[in-house]
């Protein structure tokens, strides 16, 4: 899952991107306000999470421009500004949930987890897709029962495809939510990511659709069908 971290002070980014990281995201750090309306516009993100203090453009000036141009990104507010009444505005300017410094990174992750949850329509942090369960909380796979060892490329695509059970993922969005937008991986690195996860898993969890992309089936669903045109 990518994620773009807005926080103008550099230590305090560096912290909460290590710890993102650690939990399996994919994390584009940015700076300044100016520079995350931007990329929040242009770029496919799973979430936001943003400080409001921001230099150029503050935080909720963000939110409020991402959402009037229709950007539907989940975001998670980190911020100082603990009165009620400002709690209230970043929610009332788009914001899906915001959180007070100083704070534990636990709690971090767990609200961001939730926040990703609501957006794709799923109860729980378990996702089942393609005969299996992946824990997002403890970035676990199981499949009939058996746990999967996973490096950390495996995990992130495997809960990216799971999050969007029954829709097909072009290969670019893919590679985009698994490597970082940032990052150039070689051109078959993909290829040779998946081929090496249906040795673990088996070959008919991940779907293909030829010239279209990678999928997971729903738990309880059908394979979708690609879009002809």
């Known amino acids: 899952m990518r994620v773009m971290l807005v926080e103008d002070e550099k230590a305090i980014a560096n912290d909460i991107a290590e710890g993102l990281g650690e939990a399996g995201y994919v994390v584009d750090v940015v700076h300044d306000g100016e520079e995350a309306w931007f990329r929040g516009e242009t770029e496919d993100y799973d979430a936001i999470v943003i400080d409001l203090g921001l230099p150029k453009l503050d935080g909720l000036s963000v939110v409020r421009r991402l959402r009037a141009a229709k950007v539907t990104t989940p975001v998670l507010v980190l911020t100082a500004r603990g009165a009620w009444m400002e709690r209230v505005e ?12 100083p704070f534990h990174m636990e709690e971090v992750i767990a609200r961001l987890g939730a926040v990703l949850r609501r957006s794709g329509g799923h109860a729980s942090p378990q ?45 670019t969005e893919l590679s985009e939510h698994v490597y970082g937008g940032d990052r150039e991986p070689d051109s078959n ?13 088996g070959s008919d969890v991940i779907g293909t659709r030829r010239g279209h992309g990678y999928f997971m089936t729903p738990a309880g669903g059908v394979a979708p069908v690609a879009q002809s045109g």
Do not use: C, F, N, W
């Open 90 to 101: 970043g929610i009332d300017a788009g914001a899906d949930d915001y959180l007070v410094k």
């Open 189 to 201: 690195a993909l290829e040779v990511l998946i081929a090496r996860l249906r040795r673990k898993i």
């Open 127 to 171: 996702l089942e897709a393609g005969g299996m369960i992946i824990d997002t909380r403890r970035m676990t796979a199981t499949i009939g029962g058996r746990s999967i060892i996973l490096s950390a490329l495996e995990y992130r695509l495997l809960r990216y495809l799971a999050h969007h059970a029954g829709r097909i993922v072009p290969q």
